[in-house]
Protein backbone atom coordinates (compact mmCIF):
# COMPACT_ATOMS: atom_id res chain seq x y z
CA UNK A 1 0.00 0.00 0.00
CA UNK A 2 1.34 3.39 -1.00
CA UNK A 3 2.21 5.93 2.34
CA UNK A 4 1.09 9.39 1.77
CA UNK A 5 3.24 12.23 2.67
CA UNK A 6 2.74 15.90 3.14
CA UNK A 7 5.03 18.37 4.74
CA UNK A 8 4.09 20.13 8.03
CA UNK A 9 5.50 22.39 10.24
CA UNK A 10 5.19 22.12 14.15
CA UNK A 11 7.00 23.60 17.23
CA UNK A 12 7.05 23.80 20.66
CA UNK A 13 5.36 21.18 22.66
CA UNK A 14 2.86 19.85 19.75
CA UNK A 15 6.17 19.11 18.38
CA UNK A 16 6.97 16.83 21.47
CA UNK A 17 3.43 15.18 21.18
CA UNK A 18 3.81 14.28 17.28
CA UNK A 19 7.17 13.12 18.22
CA UNK A 20 5.97 10.33 20.70
CA UNK A 21 2.82 9.72 18.93
CA UNK A 22 4.67 9.08 15.79
CA UNK A 23 3.89 10.65 11.74
CA UNK A 24 0.60 9.15 11.91
CA UNK A 25 -0.74 10.95 14.04
CA UNK A 26 0.20 13.74 12.56
CA UNK A 27 -0.30 13.32 9.11
CA UNK A 28 -4.44 12.69 10.43
CA UNK A 29 -4.12 15.99 12.15
CA UNK A 30 -2.81 18.14 8.88
CA UNK A 31 -5.50 20.29 7.19
CA UNK A 32 -6.25 19.02 3.59
CA UNK A 33 -4.97 20.89 0.70
CA UNK A 34 -6.91 21.97 -1.60
CA UNK A 35 -6.58 22.31 -5.18
CA UNK A 36 -7.98 24.75 -7.44
CA UNK A 37 -5.76 24.82 -11.13
CA UNK A 38 -3.96 22.74 -13.42
CA UNK A 39 -3.89 19.46 -14.38
CA UNK A 40 -5.17 16.61 -11.36
CA UNK A 41 -5.89 13.01 -11.64
CA UNK A 42 -8.94 12.85 -9.70
CA UNK A 43 -9.53 9.29 -10.10
CA UNK A 44 -5.98 7.55 -9.73
CA UNK A 45 -5.90 4.41 -9.52
CA UNK A 46 -3.36 2.06 -8.50
CA UNK A 47 -2.88 -1.56 -7.63
CA UNK A 48 0.61 -2.34 -4.49
CA UNK A 49 0.98 -5.40 -2.77
CA UNK A 50 -2.15 -6.82 -3.76
CA UNK A 51 -4.53 -4.12 -3.07
CA UNK A 52 -6.25 -1.82 -4.99
CA UNK A 53 -6.17 2.03 -4.33
CA UNK A 54 -7.31 5.42 -5.08
CA UNK A 55 -5.44 8.64 -4.90
CA UNK A 56 -5.58 12.51 -5.90
CA UNK A 57 -2.17 12.50 -8.28
CA UNK A 58 -1.06 16.63 -8.22
CA UNK A 59 0.62 17.19 -11.75
CA UNK A 60 -0.12 21.07 -11.71
CA UNK A 61 3.59 21.42 -9.53
CA UNK A 62 6.84 19.95 -10.01
CA UNK A 63 7.63 17.59 -8.31
CA UNK A 64 3.69 16.22 -8.64
CA UNK A 65 2.42 15.36 -5.65
CA UNK A 66 0.34 12.36 -4.87
CA UNK A 67 -2.43 12.56 -1.64
CA UNK A 68 -5.02 10.30 -0.04
CA UNK A 69 -8.10 11.95 -1.04
CA UNK A 70 -9.20 12.61 2.33
CA UNK A 71 -6.62 14.58 2.07
CA UNK A 72 -7.65 17.36 -0.60
CA UNK A 73 -10.37 19.49 -1.35
CA UNK A 74 -10.98 19.75 -5.23
CA UNK A 75 -12.24 23.32 -5.92
CA UNK A 76 -14.29 24.37 -8.91
CA UNK A 77 -13.28 28.18 -8.86
CA UNK A 78 -16.18 30.73 -9.55
CA UNK A 79 -14.98 30.94 -13.36
CA UNK A 80 -16.30 27.57 -14.05
CA UNK A 81 -19.68 28.63 -14.29
CA UNK A 82 -21.78 27.41 -17.26
CA UNK A 83 -24.45 28.19 -19.00
CA UNK A 84 -26.50 25.10 -19.71
CA UNK A 85 -27.49 24.69 -22.84
CA UNK A 86 -30.56 23.96 -24.82
CA UNK A 87 -31.85 20.49 -26.28
CA UNK A 88 -32.15 16.55 -24.71
CA UNK A 89 -28.41 16.05 -24.96
CA UNK A 90 -27.88 18.43 -22.31
CA UNK A 91 -30.71 17.75 -20.25
CA UNK A 92 -28.63 15.84 -17.70
CA UNK A 93 -27.09 19.18 -16.71
CA UNK A 94 -30.79 20.84 -15.72
CA UNK A 95 -32.34 23.27 -17.26
CA UNK A 96 -31.58 25.09 -20.21
CA UNK A 97 -30.14 28.66 -19.74
CA UNK A 98 -29.48 27.50 -15.85
CA UNK A 99 -26.00 27.97 -14.43
CA UNK A 100 -24.31 25.05 -12.90
CA UNK A 101 -20.26 24.63 -12.97
CA UNK A 102 -18.22 22.79 -14.90
CA UNK A 103 -14.49 21.77 -14.59
CA UNK A 104 -14.02 21.04 -18.51
CA UNK A 105 -12.81 17.95 -20.75
CA UNK A 106 -10.28 20.51 -22.15
CA UNK A 107 -7.95 22.38 -20.25
CA UNK A 108 -8.28 25.92 -19.25
CA UNK A 109 -5.36 26.95 -17.27
CA UNK A 110 -7.52 29.33 -14.73
CA UNK A 111 -9.36 25.98 -13.34
CA UNK A 112 -8.82 22.44 -12.12
CA UNK A 113 -8.51 20.04 -14.85
CA UNK A 114 -9.52 16.83 -13.59
CA UNK A 115 -8.29 13.49 -15.07
CA UNK A 116 -8.72 9.85 -14.46
CA UNK A 117 -6.13 7.56 -14.89
CA UNK A 118 -5.22 3.83 -14.72
CA UNK A 119 -1.27 5.11 -15.58
CA UNK A 120 -0.01 3.16 -12.56
CA UNK A 121 -1.88 0.06 -13.32
CA UNK A 122 0.68 -3.13 -15.24
CA UNK A 123 -0.64 -4.69 -17.59
CA UNK A 124 -1.20 -8.21 -18.00
CA UNK A 125 -2.36 -8.10 -13.88
CA UNK A 126 -5.93 -7.88 -14.38
CA UNK A 127 -8.71 -9.26 -16.87
CA UNK A 128 -8.32 -7.36 -19.59
CA UNK A 129 -6.08 -4.78 -18.22
CA UNK A 130 -9.19 -3.34 -16.54
CA UNK A 131 -10.63 -2.33 -13.49
CA UNK A 132 -14.22 -0.58 -12.69
CA UNK A 133 -14.28 2.15 -10.85
CA UNK A 134 -18.04 2.88 -9.75
CA UNK A 135 -19.72 6.00 -8.43
CA UNK A 136 -21.01 4.71 -5.10
CA UNK A 137 -23.01 7.94 -3.35
CA UNK A 138 -22.91 11.88 -3.66
CA UNK A 139 -24.04 14.12 -0.77
CA UNK A 140 -24.51 17.64 -1.59
CA UNK A 141 -26.60 20.90 -2.23
CA UNK A 142 -26.69 19.10 -5.92
CA UNK A 143 -25.71 16.78 -8.12
CA UNK A 144 -22.58 15.82 -9.69
CA UNK A 145 -22.54 14.49 -13.52
CA UNK A 146 -19.28 13.05 -14.90
CA UNK A 147 -19.51 13.03 -18.95
CA UNK A 148 -17.68 13.22 -22.83
CA UNK A 149 -17.87 15.86 -25.56
CA UNK A 150 -19.55 14.39 -28.09
CA UNK A 151 -22.79 14.48 -31.09
CA UNK A 152 -24.82 14.09 -28.00
CA UNK A 153 -22.54 14.34 -24.32
CA UNK A 154 -25.78 12.71 -22.61
CA UNK A 155 -25.20 9.44 -23.97
CA UNK A 156 -21.58 9.87 -22.69
CA UNK A 157 -21.82 10.49 -19.17
CA UNK A 158 -19.83 7.90 -16.97
CA UNK A 159 -21.23 8.91 -13.95
CA UNK A 160 -24.25 10.78 -13.05
CA UNK A 161 -25.45 10.77 -9.22
CA UNK A 162 -29.11 11.20 -10.02
CA UNK A 163 -29.95 8.64 -12.51
CA UNK A 164 -30.74 5.38 -11.29
CA UNK A 165 -30.48 3.74 -14.80
CA UNK A 166 -27.21 4.57 -15.12
CA UNK A 167 -24.28 2.04 -14.11
CA UNK A 168 -22.17 4.96 -12.93
CA UNK A 169 -19.22 2.05 -13.06
CA UNK A 170 -16.47 2.96 -15.60
CA UNK A 171 -13.61 0.94 -16.84
CA UNK A 172 -10.33 2.27 -16.08
CA UNK A 173 -7.40 0.28 -18.58
CA UNK A 174 -4.21 -0.31 -17.46
CA UNK A 175 -1.95 2.45 -19.20
CA UNK A 176 -4.93 4.96 -19.83
CA UNK A 177 -4.77 8.63 -19.11
CA UNK A 178 -8.49 10.42 -19.54
CA UNK A 179 -9.73 13.58 -19.46
CA UNK A 180 -13.89 14.79 -19.23
CA UNK A 181 -16.47 16.93 -17.91
CA UNK A 182 -16.85 17.19 -14.45
CA UNK A 183 -20.68 19.22 -13.52
CA UNK A 184 -21.87 20.57 -10.23
CA UNK A 185 -25.44 21.75 -10.18
CA UNK A 186 -25.20 24.13 -7.59
CA UNK A 187 -22.34 25.92 -5.15
CA UNK A 188 -21.48 24.32 -2.21
CA UNK A 189 -19.52 21.40 -0.73
CA UNK A 190 -20.04 17.63 -1.90
CA UNK A 191 -18.67 14.74 -0.81
CA UNK A 192 -18.24 11.59 -3.75
CA UNK A 193 -18.15 8.40 -2.34
CA UNK A 194 -15.82 5.94 -5.55
CA UNK A 195 -15.39 2.27 -4.97
CA UNK A 196 -12.14 0.38 -7.06
CA UNK A 197 -12.51 -3.39 -7.99
CA UNK A 198 -10.94 -5.71 -10.56
CA UNK A 199 -10.69 -9.46 -11.58
CA UNK A 200 -6.90 -10.45 -11.64
CA UNK A 201 -5.79 -12.61 -14.57
CA UNK A 202 -6.11 -15.93 -12.52
CA UNK A 203 -9.51 -15.18 -11.71
CA UNK A 204 -9.25 -14.39 -8.51
CA UNK A 205 -10.89 -11.08 -7.01
CA UNK A 206 -9.55 -8.34 -5.54
CA UNK A 207 -11.12 -6.67 -2.45
CA UNK A 208 -12.48 -3.96 -3.52
CA UNK A 209 -11.39 -0.24 -2.16
CA UNK A 210 -13.40 2.69 -1.71
CA UNK A 211 -12.24 6.64 -1.04
CA UNK A 212 -14.35 9.91 -0.34
CA UNK A 213 -13.53 13.10 -1.87
CA UNK A 214 -14.30 16.51 -1.14
CA UNK A 215 -15.15 19.15 -4.00
CA UNK A 216 -15.82 22.52 -3.04
CA UNK A 217 -18.22 24.35 -5.60
CA UNK A 218 -18.14 28.41 -5.91
CA UNK A 219 -15.93 30.68 -4.07
Known sequence: MRTFTRAFTVAGSVAAAIAVAGLSSAHAAAAAVTLTKG??????????????????HDESVTPDVEYAPADAVLQALPGSAYTVPSGTCYSHLG???STVYRLPQTENVNLLWPGISGEHL???????????????????????TVYKNGLCPRSNRYYDSTDAALTNTRNV?????????????????????FEVSGTLTNGATVAPASATYTFKVGS
Open 39 to 56: HVDVLDVEYADGELELHV
Open 95 to 97: TAG
Open 122 to 144: AGGVFQSDRVQVKLVSVAGPGKL
Open 173 to 193: TAGEHDHANWVFTKTGTYTAT
